[in-house]
């Protein structure tokens, strides 16, 4: 039999005592099979921490997320499966610190891969820092049928629709090596956008049985291919969820698609959990980790200047956001480019101080749009930076400061193009 392990291994949703290991086995016979795991304290697993057997059910297309418990907290691990003869790759993963922890966090942050579009050089870099955690915002894959001039092509060209569309567009990203580096360095938190499912779909979308079918084959194929810790139910999947690191960093991960209509992004159920999270966290960073530019953006030139898509489609909604949460820091991509941002109480009042930074994360691989950046920059003195290069983001928060580096690729590999730290107030551009 050839090798079952084709498209990789990861972790992911890291709490201080539990990480979630995930695979998906590749031509094995169409009943259940089991395959073994282990997770070891160190890279050449000669101390054994936990091992055992999962079963990989073809109605989830042979993936298992394998939930393990009761381990240390801001403990490095590292793991691996075992099918027949076949043994996977290594992962390391990293559980969340203690609850009381002031032990600074280094993330990662990445988004919007379109297959393509370009090759995943920007993940071999980030898979080099082996952050304690890698987010990602989205469009993870794209739904759309294969995109003129491809740089390489995907195998099913037309648009996903179907469980066997979706999972076939899966298998064809996973099987990248630079992307299973990337899951093999660092425990994932992602979140998606609309990609996964449709171009720019709200909600139910038009309510019809046929939109829903397909957003549940979708969502059940997102879950197949990602160590999530919840599986979807009724056709929905639960992803609004906050990682906590120690009394550092409240990573909350917001889903700006599945209960959106047109007068709510979040939905009243989520926004109320963001409010009421918001409001009481005892942790130093309130981080809002999803896809949408939260900032204002008036884009000069014929209208629509706001675009109705991000956040600038719900300005109320914003701005109950930014009053729950003084010094709230957003991490955000969906546009292809680098940004850095102020946050403010009235973005249209020059004299109103910044109460927040938001980084604003270009694309791994996906084609940025025409953008006329010093138009952009000059209507918006709130908006500070602009870089067109592809890339992702590298941050370290601390008990007392938080600082992000803005990653582009060039021909020579990965550079900072920007450095910044904030305060809790504005953004201060670093010099590296
Ligand atoms: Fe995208």
Redesign the pocket.
Known sequence: MANPFTLGVASGEPLPDGIILWTRLTGVPNRPVEVRWQLAADERFTTIVRQGTARALPEWAHSVHVRVAGLQAGAEYFYRFRFGSHVSTAGRTRTAPDPASVAPVRFALA??QRYEHGLYTAYRHLAAERPDVVFHVG?YVYEARQAADPVRRLDRTGEARTLADYRARYARYKADPDLQAAHAAAPWVPTW?D?EVADNYRGRGDGSAAFLRRRAAAYQAYYEHLPLRVRPEGGGLRMYRRRTYGLVADFMLLDVRQYRDAGSMLGAEQEQWLLSRLASSPVRWKVLVQPLFFARRFVPGPPPNLRPDSWDGQPAERARILGAAPGLVVLSG?V?NHWACELKADFLDPHSPPIGAEFVCS?VS?RPPETDADAVLGANPHIRFFDAHRGYLSGTAGPSGFRVSHKGLDASGARTVAEFITDGKGIIRVDV
């Open positions: 988004n919007c469009d956008d990609h969906d292809h694309a996906s």
